[in-house]
């Protein structure tokens, strides 16, 4: 069918590069590209380790992804029919600019971020709309599971069960064990600023802010129980905000729990999670950055990982002139996500999407010139892929509402 071109090697890069490699129908060809290249060269390996009969086509590159002209040149040598970008959210310009000149159809998991400001947001992507419509090139943003699935999951929503949707509560939840008493389930940099970040929701109209974890509720997750979890600002609110018409309220909500928040507080306190640099012997350091050289790598945390995760959407509104509520999910189990894929089920939640949403581009199932976030799309074919590939949703119209 096509080649992809896979730009990063981290923990999610492996899962939607194992995946590309079992759709071999779709992605006959796959070039795992990275800084390092003794990365991309062991991630083709386990790849060939664990499925030796795919038929996919697999050679790796180096690449810096802050290099426009390198990428280019990439991009002109290999021509892909899609660029799937699962390096760092600070690349998505540069890769997208890249993917413009060369007029290489461009997929992303994760909203673009500056390094020197926490605060990400979709506007600096959604800017290139315009001329990604001059050069009749595609972009979709945001094809992971939060965001992605859970825009999927709004779309489906509207489609299939609401002439209207008032409110939308998205709850991530990962009940999984590392046995580390402080670790990071993704890059630490990016998951730390999330974190400590102000909570933002939308409603009525506006964006109302909480101070970091300031709102705490419990919920009862299906196939987990009882958890703590926090209101936190998500890119795909900004997403969803412009896209549901007429949406009275959008929240996010996510688990942690104490040992996490104990470790997390306490670095903070102490200035280890700061991005503003600081004199040590001699040299510029960033204390986060520091702290992400010594915590445990994410992608090593698979083999130690037990229990689940459930991401889902709990939706209100109207059908037929009658209140609704709705919820559909997706329970994830940590074990079973590493014995297939060697990745624990926070990189394989994302990187299953990442691997569908480059089908949906590649097969022309989405296909629009433009910049593209996953809910402007019909979702009845990319639901049907997720239960293909690992990722089967359940439904539920009695549930639990957030208060």
């Known amino acids: 069918m096509g080649k992809v071109l896979i730009i990063g090697a981290g923990a999610v890069a492996s899962v939607a590069a194992h995946k590309c490699c079992q759709n071999s129908d779709v992605f006959d060809e796959v070039v795992i590209a990275s800084r390092t290249l003794s990365k991309c060269d062991a991630l083709k390996k386990s790849i060939e380790d664990k499925n030796p009969e795919t038929k996919s086509k697999i050679t790796t590159a180096q690449i810096d992804a802050n290099d426009v002209d390198a990428l280019v040149k990439l991009l ?204 040590f012997q001699g040299q510029k350091i960033v204390p986060l950055q520091f702290l992400k050289a010594v915590l445990p790598d994410p992608s090593t945390l698979g083999s130690r990982t037990k229990g689940k995760t459930n991401i889902g959407c709990i939706f209100t509104g109207k059908k037929d002139g009658k209140s609704k509520t709705y919820y559909i999910y997706n329970v994830c189990d940590h074990e079973s996500s590493f014995r297939e894929v060697g990745s624990q089920a926070v990189a394989y939640t994302t990187g299953v999407p990442a691997m569908i949403g480059a089908s949906m581009v590649m097969q022309k199932i989405w296909n629009r010139a433009g910049v593209f976030n996953v809910e402007n799309f019909d979702p009845d074919p990319f639901m049907e892929e997720l239960n293909r590939w690992g990722l089967p949703w359940k439904e539920s119209f009695n549930p639990m509402l957030v208060e």
């Open 76 to 279: 002109e040598i290999e021509k892909p029919d899609v660029c799937l970008h699962l390096a760092l959210p600070y690349q998505d310009l540069t890769i997208m600019e890249a993917c413009l000149k060369t007029q290489t159809p461009y997929v992303d998991t994760a909203n673009f971020e500056s390094l020197d400001d926490p605060y990400f947001n979709y506007e600096p992507q959604w800017a290139l709309h315009q001329k990604f419509v001059d050069r009749n090139t595609m972009a979709l943003l945001g094809s992971g599971f939060d965001p992605g699935v859970t825009g999927v999951f709004v779309a489906y929503a509207m489609k299939h069960h609401f002439d209207e949707i008032e409110t939308i509560d998205i709850l991530d939840c990962n009940a999984g064990d590392h046995g580390y008493p402080f670790a990071t389930n993704f890059n630490p940099e990016i998951n730390i600023r999330e974190v400590t970040a102000d909570g933002e929701y939308w409603e009525n109209g506006d964006w109302k802010k909480t101070k970091p974890l300031e709102v705490k509720r419990v919920y009862d997750f299906p196939e987990i129980g009882e958890r703590d979890m926090y209101l936190m600002y998500h890119e795909e609110l900004e997403s969803i905000a412009k896209n549901v018409p007429n949406l009275k309220c959008a929240r996010f909500f996510m688990t942690f729990g104490e040992s996490y928040l104990r470790h997390l507080f306490a670095l903070k306190d102490v200035g280890m999670t700061s991005i503003e640099p600081i004199e």
